[in-house]
C-alpha cells in the first residue's frame, strides 16, 4: 500500500522569505502524481501545484515549486516570496495513475506560520 | 453554482442518531469523492462516484456509513447509529472528468461538514 510522509508538523518562516515543506511516500508503482494542497482555516482544500511521475521537469506554479526526486520518492515543496496569506495547512498528496484508482492517499500535513 | 457546497456546515448528534451530509459538486462534474478527515489528520478516502454509480467505497469504515448520489449530481453521505469515533470534518470534492488514462483531473473541495458526536 502506498503511503505519504509529512515529517514538518509545524513551520515558520518570515514574511518575504524562502520556505520549504518536506513529503516523502512510498510506492511501488512507477506512474503517479503528486500533489501539494493547502487548507486554510475555512477548511476548503486548494490544490497548490501538482507533478506527473513521467515527467522529470520539476512543476512550478509561480512563487511555489517543487523539487521532484522520483528514485528517492521525496516530493518538497518550495514556497518563495512567503505572504501572510500563505498561512495555512499543507498537504501532500498521492494517487495512482493505474487503471480505475481515483483516490488520493494524504499525508499528515505541516502547519505553516507566516511571519509578518 | 461556483464551487462545491456542503451542508451543514456543522453538526452535532447524540450517539446512536443518525446523520444526513449533503454534499452539491460543481454543476456538471462528472465525479464525486467523499473524505473524512479527524482532527489533526490528514483526510482519507470514503467513497467515490462517477455520474450515479459508486465505483469505489472501500473506504467506508462500516456498513454504518452509506452515500448515494441518486441523479449523477447531489449526493449525501449518512451515517447510522453515530460513535463518537465518528467526529471529524466530512470533505466532498468534484471534478471535472478523468481521461481515460486517469488524468490529473483537479479535484475542487467545498468547505466540509464538521460533525460532533457526543
Redesign the interface.
Known amino acids: 500500500a502506498q503511503t505519504?510522509t509529512q515529517s514538518q508538523p509545524e513551520m515558520s518562516v518570515q514574511e518575504a522569505e524562502t520556505v520549504t515543506l518536506s513529503c516523502t511516500y512510498d510506492t511501488s508503482e512507477s506512474d503517479y502524481?503528486l500533489f501539494w494542497y493547502k487548507q486554510p482555516p475555512?477548511?476548503?482544500?486548494?490544490?497548490v501545484i501538482?507533478q506527473?511521475a513521467y515527467k522529470q521537469q520539476n512543476a512550478t506554479e509561480n512563487r511555489f515549486s517543487v523539487n521532484f526526486q522520483k528514485a528517492a520518492k521525496s516530493f518538497s515543496l518550495k514556497i518563495s516570496d512567503s505572504q501572510l496569506g500563505d498561512a495555512a495547512m499543507y498537504?501532500c498528496?498521492y494517487?495512482?495513475?493505474?487503471?480505475?484508482?481515483?483516490?488520493?492517499?494524504?499525508?499528515?500535513?505541516t502547519s505553516l506560520a507566516v511571519n509578518p | 453554482g461556483a464551487g462545491v457546497s456542503q451542508s451543514p456546515r456543522y453538526k452535532v448528534a447524540k450517539r446512536g442518531q443518525d446523520v444526513a451530509l449533503r454534499c452539491d459538486p460543481i454543476s456538471g462534474h462528472v465525479?464525486l469523492?467523499w473524505?473524512q478527515q479527524a482532527l489533526?489528520?490528514?483526510?482519507?478516502?470514503l467513497t467515490?462516484f462517477q455520474n450515479e454509480a459508486q465505483?469505489?467505497k472501500s473506504?467506508l469504515p462500516s456498513d454504518r456509513f452509506f452515500a448515494e448520489r441518486p441523479e449523477g449530481s447531489v449526493s449525501t453521505l449518512k451515517i447510522q447509529r453515530t460513535q463518537q469515533e465518528d467526529s471529524a470534518?466530512y470533505?466532498c470534492?468534484s471534478t471535472s472528468r478523468?481521461a481515460t488514462?486517469?488524468g490529473?483531473?483537479?479535484?475542487f473541495?467545498?468547505?466540509?461538514s464538521?460533525l460532533t458526536v457526543l
Open positions: 505519504v502524481y475555512s477548511r476548503q482544500m486548494i490544490l501538482r506527473e498537504f498528496a494517487r495512482s495513475a493505474a487503471g480505475n484508482n481515483r483516490k488520493l492517499i494524504w499525508g499528515l500535513g | 465525479s469523492f473524505y489533526g489528520q490528514g483526510p482519507e478516502f467515490y465505483l469505489d473506504g470534518v470533505l470534492a478523468f488514462s486517469g490529473t483531473g483537479e479535484l473541495f467545498g468547505e466540509g464538521r
